[in-house]
Structure formats: structure tokens, C-alpha cells
């Protein structure tokens, strides 16, 4: 009988934060597949733990996938952990998941600490809405493209960023978005020297420039703020158009937006068809 993929999730500065559960599966597998086996033996060593180990990580995971789930299917138990956080965000766990579960092996995911949520949840920004961007890509075009996508954002954004990219990010953000929107800078979340500054873009990226980042950041900025839906059935079709591009079908978005904003389904089915259709 095949094995489990077991997705482990790691302390992202603060060693009291592994969970009991979490504990008890390193305990409990056959081998842990780590990004880094250095920084993985020091958290075993913590919890008084042996474990045979193999290396899983952005350089080697198109070879070392296979090899893992090969194990699993063979009928070995295995815990997927990365440097600090939760496997699979924002990391190459996110193809042995995949992988796993396309063969049909059982991934489970144990609940833990996550860069992303303890930023979001500190930062004083709207929650119920966010969307989690990770690392910006590098390249120039394609890091436009996708800042030019989020231009109208009205969601709460959630960045990662490394800190010898800091400075250049944020003057990126500030093009991007403006140097007055709000955002949270988020650094060395649970270590010792944690801080959390709630200032505006052109703010950091002026702090930042007179001063070197150093430590672990993750950025959350205030999405635009919502327009006020306007009266002459605007609103409705503007809501109905938002839905489109969310991927909505037409008569699911005419519908839903009638009922948020007011006004005739079908009248809201027709301008967005003829909008669309130009
Ligand atoms: N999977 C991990 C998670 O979700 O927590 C994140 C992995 S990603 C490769 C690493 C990024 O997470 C860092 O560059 C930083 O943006 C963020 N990060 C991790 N630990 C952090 C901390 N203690 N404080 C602030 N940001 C952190």
C-alpha cells in the first residue's frame, strides 16, 4: 500500500511555534524530504529527533520529485519541510504536491506557522479580502505585466521579497500604485528583532533608501479603494464587468451583480454583451 505525503510546516523564526502534531509526524515518517538538510537537522536536533532525510529543493526537485513519490508509492511515509513556513507556498513544494497527487498518493497538509498569514493578520490592513502575490518575478516585462494587472486592485496585495531586492521593489510599488498608499512592512516576523511598520509606499522606499533592509520582509499593501457604486445602474454593470474578468459566465455575472447593485438582469446581461463584444 502506498505511503502519505505529509506536508510539514516549519517555524519561520521562532523555534516554540512547531506544533505538537507537526512534532509527531517528523517522529512518526519514514524520511523527511528537506530544502536545506543543514537547517532541517537543527530543528530535529530541538525536538531530540533522527531522521534518514533527502534533499528536495528548487535546484534538484525535477529529478528528486519522481524519486520521492517513487518511495511513497513503494509504501514509505514522507514529510515535506522547507527552511521556515508552510511547504508549497511560495517554494518548489508546490510540484511534488502536484505530482503526488496526480499519481493519486495522499497529501496532507498540517496547519501551522505561514509568513503570509502572520503579516496579513498583523498588518492593520483589510483581511476578508486579500490577494497573495509571493515574490515578484524578475524580469522586467513580466513583473510589469503583472503590476500593471494589479493596478485597480481592490483587495489587500501580500508580497514576498528578499532584502537585497527591497529597495527596487518599493520603488516599483510606488509607480506602480502611488507613493501614498498605505502598506505594512512586515520584518523577521516572530524572531527577535521583529518589527512592523505601517507607513505609506514613499515612505518605506525613503527610509529604506537611507537605510540598509536587513532580515526577512513581506509587504502588504492596501488594495484601491472600492468606488462608491453609482446610482444610474453603473455600478451594476461595472461589478458585472469586474465579474467577467474574474471568469464569471455572463448570465452568472448579470445575475450576481443585479442582486449586489440593483437594476434588470437582462438589461446588465445586454450592455455588458455589447461592451464585450466591441
Ligand atoms: N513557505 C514559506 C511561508 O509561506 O511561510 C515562505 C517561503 S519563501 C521562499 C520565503 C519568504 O517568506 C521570504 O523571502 C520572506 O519574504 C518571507 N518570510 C519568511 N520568514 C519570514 C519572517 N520571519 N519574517 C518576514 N518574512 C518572512
Not at 10 to 22: C, F, K, M, Q, V
Not at 59 to 76: D, F, S, W, Y
Not at 96 to 113: F, H, R, T
Request: proline letters at 6%; a negative charge; hydrophobic letters at 45%.
Amino acid at each position: 500500500m502506498a505511503g502519505k505525503l505529509y506536508l510539514v510546516p516549519t517555524p519561520i523564526g521562532n523555534l516554540g511555534d512547531i506544533s505538537r502534531r507537526a512534532a509527531e509526524i517528523l517522529e512518526a515518517v519514514d524520511f523527511i524530504a528537506a530544502e536545506d538538510t543543514r537547517v532541517t537537522v537543527k530543528l530535529l536536533n530541538h525536538l531530540g529527533l533522527k531522521k534518514p532525510m533527502t534533499a528536495y529543493h528548487r535546484h534538484n526537485c525535477g529529478t528528486a520529485g519522481p524519486a520521492v513519490l517513487e518511495r511513497i508509492q513503494a509504501g514509505e511515509n514522507c514529510a515535506l519541510v522547507t527552511d521556515a513556513g508552510t511547504p508549497a507556498i511560495s517554494d518548489p513544494g508546490e510540484d511534488l504536491v502536484a505530482l503526488c497527487a496526480g499519481a493519486g498518493v495522499a497529501v496532507e497538509s498540517i496547519p501551522g506557522p505561514c509568513a503570509l498569514t502572520v503579516a496579513l493578520s498583523v498588518s492593520g490592513l483589510p483581511t476578508a479580502r486579500f490577494t497573495f502575490e509571493g515574490f515578484l518575478p524578475l524580469n522586467k516585462k513580466n513583473r510589469w505585466t503583472r503590476l500593471d494587472a494589479l493596478r485597480n486592485e481592490e483587495r489587500t496585495m501580500v508580497f514576498y521579497e528578499a532584502p537585497h531586492k527591497l529597495r527596487a521593489t518599493l520603488e516599483d510599488l510606488a509607480a506602480a500604485f502611488g507613493s501614498d498608499r498605505p502598506l505594512a512592512v512586515c520584518r523577521e516576523l516572530t524572531k527577535l528583532h521583529e518589527e512592523v511598520l505601517r507607513l505609506t509606499i514613499g515612505e518605506a522606499a525613503a527610509r529604506y533608501a537611507a537605510q540598509e533592509p536587513r532580515g526577512e520582509f513581506v509587504l502588504v499593501i492596501a488594495g484601491l479603494p472600492a468606488q462608491a457604486p453609482a446610482a444610474d445602474g453603473e455600478g451594476a454593470l461595472a461589478r458585472a464587468l469586474e465579474l467577467r474578468r474574474e471568469g464569471l459566465p455572463l448570465k452568472l455575472a448579470a445575475a450576481r451583480a443585479a442582486e449586489e447593485f440593483g437594476g434588470k438582469k437582462r438589461a446588465i446581461y445586454d450592455q455588458v454583451l455589447e461592451i464585450e463584444g466591441k
